[in-house]
């Protein structure tokens, strides 16, 4: 007779999409699951006393949603945006509250669907490096994909007071 761990693991999917973008010239993936929509740039209303990293806000609906640019979260150069800048809006569950998030990339590439056994663990760089938003690693073909936690990379605790 199976115990309950082995009856879990026989539910649980052995694949899981993921929605993958470009930030500079590299890949990443995000759970498909948490994606709501995907708009193109278009000009946000400034936070005041917010990281640079937070772009600002939008009117999503009568939802105000935090922008945050991921270049910048990363520490990466900043560009101006163009017009195949888009936000990806995600839906994160914190406890009891739905907190409704965007993140700036560069392009949407495709939606992947990966198998959980391909995905590597996040590698260990010393650290200097921070890999504390990193889920795992995924090769496709040439590509290497960095798969986001987004969880830890959008700490809704960061962003609770800006929705208030």
Request: glycine share 6%; proline share 5%.
């Amino acid at each position: 007779m199976a115990n309950e761990n082995q009856l879990a693991q026989a539910r649980e999917p052995s694949t899981a999409q993921y929605l993958t973008f470009q930030l500079a010239d590299e890949f990443y993936g995000l759970e498909i699951l948490k994606v709501r929509e995907i708009r193109g740039w278009e000009p946000v209303r400034e936070i005041p006393n917010t990281p640079d990293f937070i772009k600002g806000a939008l009117n999503l609906r009568g939802a105000i949603v935090p922008i945050v640019d991921l270049r910048e979260r990363f520490g990466m150069k900043k560009v101006d945006y163009s017009p195949v800048t888009v936000v990806i809006v995600l839906s994160l569950v914190d406890q009891a509250d739905d907190l409704v998030i965007g993140i700036v990339a560069d392009a949407v590439s495709d939606v992947l669907d990966i198998n959980k056994d391909e995905i590597r663990s996040a590698p260990n760089l010393g650290s200097k490096i921070d890999t504390r938003y990193m889920q795992g690693m995924y090769v496709n073909g040439s590509r290497m994909i960095m798969l986001l936690n987004v969880n830890k990379l959008l700490n809704p605790e960061e962003f609770a007071n800006l929705t208030d």
